[in-house]
């Protein structure tokens, strides 16, 4: 029999030790005790079957309150209105019982990650490869995914300032100086007049973006001897064809392992005693053609192939030996240096036979350069074939002497 609950009853039945429920005059309320508890609940018919809402404790809703709720649910049902979790918690926070939840202001613009997706994309369709794999690897570092999901109104130079010192404080300097630059050049990219409007960046935000000056310990830069490259020479055996064959043109040129890999047969071309590599601008860092007359010891290498690149690798997506595999046959190796420390191998024996560093440089392709004069920059680039002849050719006999000595062995 419904029973109108007053405080009294309340306190009653909180005390007592039985599971107890007592119905309340007005429709659809109740109390029931739970844990020491005495629970306010309403009570509905729904395709006949029971439905209960909890409303709240006897110690934060009073009788009064708990009846006229139960009167609003009971005229909110009849006029086709459902009564749930969030009516009940709505109407707790309208009549002052719980606190409204701070909700944050929804962001107006993009997230920074968008502007990484398509400044990714941009990268891929106008940058080399290598240089696309290089800034998504670096963009996508875990350490930035705050920042990345952070609306781009809300970011400030600190939150970037702040990323990257984490990463220096954990003891890669490098990788901190390096994601700097990435995020400044993504961000410069992102304020051009074509694209600034779009994503709402403000110009120079990130320029001279740097990690914060630590003591670093920088490693001595490895310097290769003759034995050592020999020894890898002679290690080549043991190796597949294909690696072993760009190794060797790699040692006798001195050149980085990007070009290398990427040398086609057309780039080569037989004039009189000597064998050009008329190596293209795109395959360069330096942007512009370079020619080598390749040592003999590497003609063999042109020679066996007909057409396409001279390094194929039928598997890999640009159809030839990817660079890093030469760099990890070396590591695999423990030969102790990498494929562009043989580079300052040539550079010591070329100096130390009294070539001068801009001579060596003009093998190394770091001086060959465009004048804007067609006729002069085509003059140039072949004047310097003896220069470059004479210090291959030096190279060559220092590691071939002891190669010889090493393959009769």
Not at 136 to 158: A, G, N, Y
Not at 300 to 315: K, Q, R, T
Not at 365 to 371: I, L, R, S, V, Y
């Amino acid at each position: 029999m419904p029973t109108r609950i007053t405080q009294r009853v309340i306190d009653q039945v909180a005390r007592s030790p039985k599971r107890l429920k007592i119905y309340d005059t007005q429709k659809g309320l109740a109390i029931r005790t739970r844990a020491g508890a005495a629970v306010w609940y309403l009570r509905f018919q729904r395709d006949g079957k029971e439905v209960t809402h909890d409303l709240g404790t006897h110690r934060d809703l009073s009788a009064d309150q708990a009846r006229m709720l139960a009167a609003e649910a009971q005229d909110f049902v009849r006029r086709g209105g459902a009564v749930d979790g969030g009516w009940i918690s709505r109407r707790r926070i309208e009549l002052g019982i719980d606190e409204a939840p701070v909700v944050a202001d929804e962001p107006s613009g993009p997230v920074l990650q968008r502007i990484r997706e398509d400044f990714l994309a941009w990268i891929a369709v106008h940058r080399r490869p290598k240089t696309y794999a290089d800034y998504r690897l670096t963009l996508r570092q875990t350490v930035l995914d705050e920042i990345m999901s952070t609306p781009i109104e809300r970011l400030v130079r600190e939150d970037f300032a702040e990323t990257i010192a984490k990463i220096a404080e954990g003891g890669h300097f490098r990788q901190a100086e390096k994601t700097g630059e990435t995020l400044s050049a993504m961000w410069s990219w992102s304020t051009d007049d074509s694209r600034i409007r779009r994503y709402g960046t403000t110009r120079g935000m990130l320029i001279g973006l740097k990690p914060p000056e630590v003591l670093v310990t920088h490693k001595p830069k490895r310097r290769p001897t003759p034995d050592q490259v020999r020894a890898l020479l002679a290690m080549r055996c043991d190796m597949s064809p294909t690696i072993a064959a760009a190794i060797t043109l790699l040692v006798y040129t001195a050149q980085r392992r990007y070009t290398i890999v990427q040398a086609r047969r057309k780039d080569f071309e037989k004039v009189g005693d000597q064998m050009i590599w008329t190596v293209p601008a795109s395959h360069l860092k330096s942007k512009r053609d370079h020619a080598l007359p390749i040592p003999r010891e590497a003609w063999h290498l042109v020679e066996a192939i007909d057409e396409g690149w001279l390094f194929p690798s039928p598997n890999s997506r640009t159809g030839h030996l990817s660079e890093y595999t030469v760099t990890h046959e070396l590591g695999d190796r423990k030969v102790g240096f990498s494929p562009h420390d043989v580079r300052r191998a040539f550079t010591d024996v070329a100096r130390e036979r009294g070539f001068s560093r801009a001579e060596v440089k003009v093998i190394l392709d770091h001086t060959e350069g465009a004048t804007g004069d067609v006729t002069g920059d085509h003059y140039d680039l072949y004047e310097d074939l003896p220069l470059k002849e004479r210090m291959l050719r030096i190279w060559a006999d220092v590691i071939a002497q002891e190669v010889k000595v090493a393959e009769a062995a």
